[in-house]
């Protein structure tokens, strides 16, 4: 008896866990505006002593999922895990943070180096300059122009078929 009363409160936990985890995923997915309002390719530059100078990020929506590419002119081409909540927009390169918030195709920023980066006492001496800057960007091309093939892209030969034809 006592047996399958524990059973029956671990399966009960575990429904929980699980009920709560998927509320949770759904909860923190951004809406189709916030993704709207970040989608495309964006012109940014930093003000003050940083690693990023100036370049583009282009943040494209995949399989239902944000994805970032950064390009900057000294450090070259990055990929950034993007996140978005309401007017919020992250980007997150390796060790670094971008965050602020977007109004009217302009974002308004900070970059900082990760609060819990592990490196070796020679690369901290060496990075110690830098905590944090300021960074600005402008949207150069929404995502309807972004993602509509231009007038030199070859269209896709690859077409999905069902059975029915």
Do not use: K
């Not at 530059?45 to 002119?73: C, H, K, M, S, W």
């Not at 918030?101 to 300059?129: A, N, P």
């Amino acid at each position: 008896m006592r047996r399958i009363v524990l059973i029956r409160l671990a399966l009960l936990a575990l429904g929980a866990g699980l009920a709560l985890g998927c509320a949770s995923s759904s909860r923190h997915q951004p809406s189709a505006e916030a993704q709207a309002a970040v989608v495309g390719t964006w012109q940014y530059e930093v003000n003050g002593y940083a690693p990023l100078d100036e370049g583009t990020f282009r943040i494209r929506q995949t399989d239902g999922r944000l994805r970032g590419e950064l390009t900057d002119r000294r450090r070259g081409r990055f990929r950034a895990r993007v996140d978005v909540r309401a007017s919020r927009l992250a980007l997150r390169i390796d060790d670094l943070r971008i965050s602020g918030s977007i109004e009217d195709g302009t974002f308004t920023g900070v970059l900082r180096r990760s609060q819990w980066s592990v490196t070796s006492r020679q690369q901290r001496r060496s990075r110690s300059r830098f905590r944090s800057a300021s960074l600005s960007a402008r949207r150069i091309q929404s995502a309807t122009s972004a993602d509509a093939p231009s007038v030199l892209d070859c269209q896709s030969i690859l077409r999905e078929a069902s059975g029915c034809n």
